[in-house]
């Protein structure tokens, strides 16, 4: 079967460590992106990648980075610098990126990162 | 910038009834692309139904479907037949460039 995994499901951190988070698409996407979701509220944009070696910031990028040496594959390192990094991260992916708004965004089961 | 308003935070159901989940949209662009999203307690983003602002009919799909009202900004989401499985957040989004804009949810329960 197709879809998006992420993983792990929970994460626990320490202050002053990084983190990569991973996600995973079998479904031959070209865009990928990654978001973070907060209590109470729907979910921003931390950075995303419309093909392979590339990517750009989205709005709340800081201390986050991203690589894109495969196409089915996007890790989220959250670096010491993420100020508040505790929140349900959510991964997804669209066929291709583009001007079109059929673009269709589907999503990860999401990794809950914790801040010990 | 485009926005996204759910003024619902929560609301509330019977089953086998119907119920409609509002959502209303600001941009300046004149093409664009108002999804919906549903959220169980599993945290996964499960998409529902889709929106062009071009297209002539209310999209349905199932027992979704999107009452769009492009001169209002709005494009509520219509459950008909509720079932216990459809108590879950909802999400309204808004194709933005390159990127969905997102609103702040409903919480819909459905009670027996």
């Known amino acids: 079967d197709g879809g998006i995994t992420q993983s792990p499901k929970y994460l626990f951190r320490k202050e002053g460590q990084n983190v990569t988070l991973s996600c995973e698409q079998n479904?031959?996407?070209?865009?990928m992106y990654w978001y973070r979701q907060d209590p109470g509220q729907g979910l921003r944009l931390i950075y995303y990648s419309q093909i392979v070696n590339d990517f750009q910031k989205g709005d709340i990028a800081e201390g986050y980075s991203v690589s894109r040496e495969k196409k089915e594959s996007f890790p989220l390192t959250v670096t010491s610098a993420q100020k508040n990094p505790t929140a349900f991260y959510l991964c997804a992916s669209s066929i291709q990126q583009g001007i079109s708004g059929t673009d269709t965004q589907y999503f990860g089961p999401g990794t809950r990162l914790t801040v010990l | 910038a485009q926005k996204i308003t759910q003024t619902q935070p929560g609301m509330f159901v019977q089953e086998k009834e119907a119920v409609t989940l509002d959502c209303t949209y600001d941009t300046s662009d004149p093409s664009y692309g108002l999804f919906w999203y549903k959220q169980p307690s599993s945290g996964e983003m499960i998409f529902l139904i889709y929106?062009?602002?071009?297209?002539?009919q209310n999209a349905t799909e199932g027992r979704y479907s999107l009452n769009f009202q492009k001169a209002r900004k709005s494009a509520n989401l219509v459950i008909s037949a509720s079932q216990l499985g459809d108590s879950a957040m909802y999400f309204c989004a808004m194709r933005g460039f390159q990127k969905l804009v997102f609103g702040t949810g409903t919480r819909l329960l459905v009670s027996p």
């Open positions: 479904l031959n996407h070209d865009a």
């Open positions: 929106q062009g602002s071009y297209d002539q």
